[in-house]
């Protein structure tokens, strides 16, 4: 390739990109006229299912050769920021900065949103309720784990609604200041974290001592301060407190997802594919288990989880959390949860909202 050519290429690409900033600006104001048509109808500013239908039309309508993997990442960014211009989209999660909650929160809102860290589940229950961020991501549930109690606990108490879930795929790495295995003393990280990884420990670190922390980005605070700790956390920790990867992708199961839920004030509408979480506790009589599942079973409705937590109050008395396909909106799904509402104390719809991919 002679050096003419190359600047020709270089050309044609300068000429490309002042195309896509001109064709960005141009999104940029029409996002700003449907803000304006959205604050004149009290509608909600972030919209979950138009921007999953925006990913999954890019995608399939794509030629390539731009990979399929890079579309929703940079949509992703492109609409984050437009939506920044509409208003400035504050998002409560459970930090500090590094949780696997703040990379589901990035992933969901973008670089574009401000993520405000919080110290707790329930402070994240409280900005979003207080209205000092319009919405919150918590973990619920993790794959190999199971759920993650404080989470559904807050919805006992809480009025705030399901707006999207975020499945995040997690690996977890190894991280110190020198980066050396041989310098590390101690590991530290959530103990779910130590759990997933606890073949991989073993097998390799088996002298070494594992200390429970609040959250794996304490952790990496913590292996900043001491070289001798060595800390399981996220990639991103390590970025983001200038650690060293020791090993990366140490879980035992590969197959590693937790799912994040976006809770707001509101209901979003209906996308099509939809998921319903419902939350009640069945008055005590014989077969009782059995008929509640029966006015779903009857109208085919797909039942993703079921799960019970022992009620505070009673002891004995349990809540059942239920997670049905479709919206509340959609006929079979009323009709199936007036009737459920028959054989309970008490239920709550804590929200319709897209499915995840
Ligand atoms: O369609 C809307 O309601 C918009 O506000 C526009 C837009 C986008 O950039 O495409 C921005 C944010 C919403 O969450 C969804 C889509």
């Known amino acids: 390739m002679t050096a003419d050519n190359l600047s020709a290429l270089r050309q044609a690409i300068d000429d490309i990109d002042d195309h896509i900033l001109d064709l960005l600006n141009q999104r940029a104001s029409v996002v700003v006229e449907v803000g304006k048509a959205k604050a004149g109808q009290s509608k909600d500013f972030y919209v979950p299912s138009r921007e999953r239908a925006i990913y999954e039309r890019l995608t399939a309508a794509n030629p390539g050769p731009f990979p399929s993997e890079a579309i929703r990442k940079v949509f992703r960014e492109i609409i984050s920021a437009s939506l920044s211009l509409e208003q400035p989209m504050k998002v409560a999660f459970l930090g500090p900065q590094g949780t696997f909650t703040h990379a589901a929160a990035m992933q969901q809102f973008g670089f574009s949103a401000q993520l405000m860290p919080q110290k707790s589940i329930p402070a994240i229950f409280e900005e979003v309720a207080r209205g000092r961020a319009p919405y919150g991501v918590v973990p619920v549930e993790n794959s190999t784990e199971g759920v993650v109690?404080?989470?559904l606990d807050m919805f006992m108490e809480s009025e705030l609604k399901i707006n999207a879930e975020i499945m995040l795929g997690i690996s977890h790495f190894l991280m110190s200041r020198s980066g050396r295995?041989?310098?590390?003393?101690?590991v530290v990280s959530h103990?779910?974290?130590?759990?997933?990884c606890r073949k991989w420990l073993e097998e390799n670190l088996p002298d070494v001592p594992l200390v429970d922390v609040g959250s794996t980005a304490l952790a990496a605070q913590m292996a900043l301060e001491d070289e001798s700790f060595g800390a399981i956390a996220s990639e991103m920790a390590a970025t983001?407190?200038?650690l060293q990867v020791v090993k990366e992708r140490i879980e035992d199961n590969p197959n590693n997802f937790t799912r994040f839920l976006v809770i707001g004030t509101n209901t979003p509408e209906r996308s099509g594919r939809d998921k319903t979480s419902l939350m009640f506790n069945i008055k005590d009589q014989p077969g009782i288990l059995y008929r509640m599942l029966e006015p779903f079973s009857k109208r085919e409705i797909n039942l993703s989880k079921i799960e019970s937590r022992p009620m505070k109050k009673k002891a004995w008395e349990?809540?059942?959390f239920l997670d049905i396909e479709g919206h509340i909106d959609d006929e079979p799904i009323t009709a199936a949860v007036t009737e459920l509402r028959d054989y309970c104390q008490f239920l709550k719809v804590l929200g319709s909202y897209p499915r995840a991919r």
């Open 318 to 320: 349990y809540i059942f």
């Open 149 to 151: 109690s404080h989470t």
């Open 181 to 186: 295995m041989t310098d590390i003393k101690k």
């Open 191 to 196: 103990p779910q974290p130590l759990a997933q």
């Open 240 to 242: 983001l407190y200038g």
